[in-house]
């Protein structure tokens, strides 16, 4: 897995507005938009958006999919549908409005969603995948703490190879470099496949870069805007990014290993959001992208099935050629900030057989660059 100056994946997160305010309730602007949002405090500028209360009621998401239904229903016929209190169902919709959602309140007639939403169902992905499904577990979560979390605790209580985590909603996810992120329902989506290799933790080097290629080519099955890759693992379109993935490895490094591989994809974002992060983001809504989530997650699996696939038999080498071909930064000035804050400036030159980037510097000297804690961007000064 959206102020200031720090680095932002899938757009910076930050939290929804406070709920509740000393004022009442306050409504994030969004409809069904889905961006993750970062707890931490923003270097820089202080944060716009203050922190919230996320925790989901164990009511909210099945009286969401009841109102996504486009029609108006009663306080009182949910209060009595769900076994609640008028002001419970009052409080659990001001909840859903803090979490990024448009709930329509009309006296009289009731609440209702104003735009439908496509919820995700497991039995819808595998109808889109076929056969394909066979190669993985899906689980779809209403709300979680972060799929990357679940499921590598399920991970280490033996889950399987291909085991998927999918959420509507996360309220401690965890970004890259150890940020929090927070997602917002509807509008994003949201999950974690695990891959366990036997052949050690050393076969792995590439790995992140293999998931980037497999949700380029998934999202460019529908957009005639073309999505690249930025070394290691971000996707973007025109230099926004669209995308973001995080892989966490456990094991031995000669022996039985696993992966856990999380994935955060912008599909809807509002003004506010993106008025709100310090890097340019895109969504596929822009995109005119109009593919609905289930496909768009069924088509994410089936090409990280075969990316995989090959991964697993030939290492990254077998796949570098692909990933060039979608190199963002290919001939570009960049500068590369180390995990000792040091600066390196230099020409990018796409990525050796191993996945580590590599950059020319002013004496045409290429090196290699690796490591999880490398921020790389356009440099320009030149």
């Not at 209360?53 to 999919?65: D, E, G, M, N, S």
């Not at 104003?114 to 995948?129: A, I, N, S, Y």
């Not at 991970?155 to 890259?176: I, K, N, P, V």
């Amino acid at each position: 897995m959206i102020v200031g100056t720090s680095p932002v994946k899938v757009g910076h997160r930050q939290t929804p507005y406070p709920y509740p305010s000393a004022e009442g309730y306050n409504k994030t602007p969004s409809t069904l938009e889905g961006v993750f949002y970062c707890t931490e405090n923003c270097a820089g500028k202080p944060c716009k958006i203050a922190k919230v209360h996320t925790r989901p009621h164990k009511a909210l998401f099945r009286l969401l999919r009841c109102l996504s239904d486009g029609r108006f229903h009663s306080g009182q016929a949910l209060a009595d549908e769900f076994g609640l209190s008028r002001s419970s169902i009052f409080n659990i919709l001001a909840q859903a409005e803090s979490m990024g959602l448009s709930i329509h309140a009309v006296r009289g007639r009731g609440y209702r969603m104003p735009e439908p939403v496509e919820w995700l169902d497991d039995t819808v992905v595998v109808r889109h995948m076929g056969t394909a499904a066979s190669h993985y577990s899906i689980h779809v979560l209403d709300s979680v703490d972060s799929t990357n979390t679940a499921l590598m605790v399920a991970a280490l209580d033996g889950a399987a190879d291909g085991t998927l985590f999918c959420a509507e909603h996360q309220y401690t996810g965890r970004g890259r470099r150890g940020r929090l992120w927070h997602s917002v329902v509807g509008g994003s989506l949201t999950f974690s496949v695990l891959w366990r290799f036997e052949s050690g933790l050393q076969s792995l080097a590439g790995l992140s870069l293999v998931v980037g290629l497999a949700i380029a080519r998934a999202v460019n099955r529908h957009s005639r805007h073309m999505a690249r890759l930025k070394w290691p693992n971000d996707i973007l379109v025109d230099y926004r990014k669209l995308a973001g993935i995080l892989v966490e490895v456990q094991g031995d490094m000669h022996g039985a290993a696993f992966a856990v591989v999380g994935v955060g994809l912008n599909v809807r974002l509002n003004e506010t959001q993106r008025d709100a992060v310090d890097q340019a983001v895109v969504d596929l809504a822009e995109m005119e992208v109009t593919v609905g989530r289930n496909q768009l997650l069924a088509d994410c699996l089936l090409e990280l099935h075969a990316a995989s696939s090959v991964f697993r038999q030939h290492g990254f080498a077998a796949l570098r050629e692909d990933w060039q071909a979608l190199d963002a930064y290919a001939g570009r000035a960049v500068a590369l900030t180390l995990p000792d804050s040091r600066s390196v400036q230099g020409v990018a030159c796409g990525v050796d057989e191993t996945g580590a980037f590599l950059l020319r510097d002013a004496q045409s000297n290429l090196s290699p660059y690796s490591g999880g804690e490398i921020s790389l961007r356009l440099d320009g000064a030149r």
